[in-house]
């Protein structure tokens, strides 16, 4: 009998992506366009990630957490985008089942703990545009290996769980995933059996964890602006610059979550544009937007490839 069972769940040995586009030329532009994102992605953030390892300037909190940022965007793009490019080129687009549960599980390590670091990056300028005499204090080298220990360890667990949702279902007919990439929700729609505990879970977990992080760093940053109100300053200027850039951010990152993980598994038109954002776009943002505007870290640049030049001649 368990036999039995085990063979029914595995039955699905491959699952077909229909992709972004049927169209040909559709798909051709969306392979360099998506290509460009791709490369500028890697380029920026591992850029970022070098230059505060190797400038001791940059060795504080808010740094610490921008580098982990930046290299949780390089992976996060790297679950998803290569293998979407290499299905434009290709007339059958197919993932394995064991490849398409490795995706989600990553998707979901890196997408979660992203979730988690976006909101204590909040909570830290909150330190430190509220509380800038005790911020060293508050955020010090061993508050932050805990918190960058937490939301690694939180994602992981979160990712686990998801998985384990995934896997345990039996899948014994319909393989055709309606995106780009497997995740969840789709996959579960392909399920031979009544998945409805299986969407609630979804919601109450991944669904709440967004809703509720998206309110922390929503009501952090109001503290904020509050706080900023009566302080009309340069330096305060550029800290509301900084807290709307930020928010940006957010609201784009989180607002997929909440789109796609705070209803029913059903697919909808936008899913597909919703995740191409998601996972092509908003990668290559987050380095524009937190660092490549700061001076620091463009005064940081500079200083490296003038080193790295020196050194040629």
Sequence with gaps: ?????????????FFRLRGLS??????????????IFYVLTLIGNILIVITIIFDRRLHTPMYFFLSNLSFIDVCHSTVTVPKMLRDTL?????????A???QIFFLHLFACTEIFLLTVMAYDRYVAICKPLQYMTIMNWK?????????????????????SLTINLPYCGPNEIDNFFCD?????????????????????????????????????????????RQQISEGKRKALSTCAAHLTVVTLFLGHCIFIYSRPSISLPEDKIVSAFFTVVTPLLNP????????????????????KEIKEK
């Design 22 to 35: 049927v169209n040909p030329k559709v798909q051709m532009v969306v392979f360099f366009m998506f290509l």
């Design 1 to 13: 009998m368990e036999k039995a069972v085990l063979v029914n769940q595995t039955s699905v040995m």
């Design 288 to 307: 524009i937007i937190y660092t490549l505007r700061n001076e620091d870290i463009k005064s940081a640049l500079k200083k490296l490839i003038r080193r």
């Design 184 to 228: 969840v929700p789709q996959v579960i729609e392909l399920a031979c059996t009544d998945t409805y505990i299986t969407e609630i879970l979804i919601v109450s977990n991944s669904g709440m964890i967004s809703m509720v992080c998206f309110v922390i760093i929503v009501v952090s940053y109001a503290v904020i602006l509050v706080s900023l």
């Design 100 to 102: 398409c549960v490795v």
């Design 143 to 163: 508050v932050c290996m805990i918190l960058g220990g937490a939301m690694w360890t939180a994602g992981t667990i979160h990712s686990i769980s998801f998985t």
């Design 90 to 98: 290709l007339e059958e687009k197919l993932i394995a089942f064991n």
